[in-house]
């Protein structure tokens, strides 16, 4: 699976939020073949984008979408696990989009 994670600038921590969602996943027997990592507002033109906002669609810009439905293909990933939360619309968007179940790590953790 391809684990996917969507931060603020804000968050300097945002390494450790992703190795900690990879164990936990990996606790469950899920193997992580690739961690991809959108942060908002690290560029001069991020942070003056971020008044504007993010794809509600897709929580993830157009471009980013693209490089995670790339990694999918490569690592012939089955599931693409987002550590924010997802609307139910997010879902089935990015569902059809990526060609593979895509749900947040919450979803995942609330099942056990």
Known sequence: MVLVGYFSA???????L????AQELAARGARVAMQIVQRRGVSDGGVQKMSLPYSSRT???????????QA??????DAVIFVASLTERQQRVLTATLGRPA???SDILAAD
């Open 10 to 16: 804000k968050q300097k921590n945002f390494g450790g």
């Open 18 to 21: 992703m190795a900690s969602a």
């Open 59 to 69: 929580l993830l810009s157009y471009g980013k979408v693209r490089e995670v439905a």
């Open 72 to 77: 999918c293909g490569q690592a012939n990933a």
């Open 103 to 105: 749900v947040s790590l």
